[in-house]
């Protein structure tokens, strides 16, 4: 009887405290909601000043071309030259009729590497596009 009164003494927890795991996950939650919007700029661009807050649009309606003050496209965040972005464009025209498309020009770039993407916008019949400013300050 002894024996097993003292075997019962060295039995060990099996639980596991899971606290300071929950912890460390809410932690990294609160960190990726931080940084997360702030990875949506691919390239370093210096908009122009002008125009105001617009409205809420569905996420899938948009698709933002980058145009940097060096002549560098980027579609999405992904570095393309300008007839694979309108050939890509014009193919999601076709599948979504809403189809907005956003222009963010650095304010330094040059104005006929703005015009050639709105060309070839308009040529294949993409009429909404949106050419994206820095808020004027109130």
Do not use: W
Not at 11 to 27: G, R, Y
Not at 86 to 96: V, W
Not at 108 to 128: E, F, H, P, S
């Amino acid at each position: 009887m002894r024996r097993f009164s003292q075997r019962s003494h060295l039995v060990t927890l099996s639980d596991i405290n899971i606290t300071p795991l929950l912890d460390l996950a809410f932690v990294l939650l609160i960190i990726f909601i931080i940084t997360t919007p702030l990875l949506t700029q691919s390239i370093e661009l210096k908009l122009p000043r002008g125009g105001h807050t617009d409205h809420p649009m569905n996420k899938n309606d948009i698709k933002t071309v980058e145009i940097s003050n060096t002549g560098v496209y980027k579609f999405e965040a992904r570095q393309v030259a300008l007839g694979q972005i309108i050939s890509q464009l014009a193919q999601d025209s076709r599948t979504n009729p809403n189809l907005v498309v956003y222009i963010r020009a650095d304010k330094d770039c040059r104005y006929d590497l703005v015009a050639q993407l709105l060309d070839g916008c308009q040529k294949n019949g993409i009429t909404r596009y949106s050419l994206r400013t820095d808020p004027t300050p109130k």
